[in-house]
């Protein structure tokens, strides 16, 4: 799952969405700051900031590398670290301008993108939601009154710089401006995106709302017990539910968007009460997965009472293209679970050795 957080400075962005990550073990990307370290090294070595062809020719010749070391990110451009400078106002406006620039702004694109290939993630910045992962399952969009926004960011540089109230709030309105009117992904809050006002919260209510907002959200994840692999599915339906909860069994075997949707076939269980229909339709899949040497990634299911009918739609497994982490034989699950949750979402899940 991706989940994207946008807005101005001074909304609690990069806080929030740190401790949203952390929250859900997702890995965090804080996208600012990859400006901001592509701004400190044009600064160190004396790039005109104002040269967009020399910017060009320095970013083709100097790859930026994302470090993380467990809760810490440390930046790498052209040999040098940049992180402990980042943070400074030279960097905020320097990164601001070149933010501007096509050249960097398609630099830093697949960076972004390759950092959610396989992993959950929340990221954090400007355009996340509308530019860079436009099909995000959860956008939020953070606001807050600008003398909030300007206090807070006067609060985060106090003792790195002597700059005052005044001099951050005219700085901050000029961020501002330049980031929303530029030409290229500007600052703007996605169509779909979930607006909060963060003026009146704490940073631990904003949290709280988005980590509800993405639990709720139709998704699968797994979750690690013991030496086997947990495959749990969220939605808001039962039926929404147990078909995620198949789409995380597939991706224990392959990624699902690997699987193209070509063959349709239609089962039917039924049992006594969810969490034997849940293990039921999943020993159904396992062994549709097995008989016919198919892998699926379409779940089209309804629930009615104890009675399950799933149309199935996948396509015959290709080992060059599904590359198949195991070989589908038969499948145990125990711990199952098939509940309603106080978020009004439905969950299904349970341990699977396959
Ligand atoms: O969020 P921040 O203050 O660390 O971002 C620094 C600058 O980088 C900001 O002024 C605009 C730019 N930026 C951007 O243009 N797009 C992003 N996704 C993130 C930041």
Known sequence: MIITVDGPAGTGKSTVAREVARTLSYAFLDTGALYRAVAYALI???????????????????????????????????????????R??????ASSLISTYAV??????????????HQNIVCEGRDMGTT???????????????????????????????????????????????DSTRSISPLMQPHDASLIDT?????????????????????????????????????TTIAEAFAQAALALTAVITDPSSVTPKTSITISVSAEDLDALLFDFLNLVIYEMETRHMLFSQFDITVTGSQLRATLTGEPVDTSKHHPAV????ATYYELLVCHQSNDSWCAQCVVDV
Request: overall charge negative; aromatic content about 8%; proline content about 4%.
């Open 44 to 86: 160190v070595f004396k790039i005109n900031l104002s040269n967009e062809k020399a910017i060009a020719e320095f970013l083709d010749a100097n790859p930026l590398d994302i470090l993380t070391q467990g809760q810490e990110t440390r930046y790498v451009i052209a040999g040098i670290d940049v992180t402990p400078h980042i």
């Open 88 to 93: 400074t106002r030279e960097a905020s406006n």
């Open 104 to 117: 960097v702004r398609s630099f830093l694109l697949p960076i972004q993108r390759g950092f959610a290939f």
């Open 132 to 178: 860079v992962f436009p099909n995000a399952e959860v956008k939020i969009f953070l606001t807050a009154r600008p003398e909030i926004r300007a206090h807070r960011r006067f609060l985060e540089l106090r003792g790195t710089t002597s700059t005052s109230f005044e001099e951050t709030q005219k700085e901050m309105s000029e961020r501002d401006q330049r």
């Open 199 to 235: 003026s009146d919260l704490s940073i631990l209510q904003v949290v709280d709302r988005i980590v509800a907002l993405a639990q709720a959200f139709p998704h699968w994840e797994h979750f690690q017990h013991q030496a086997d692999i947990g495959i749990r599915g969220i939605g």
């Open 327 to 330: 070989e589908v034989k038969a």
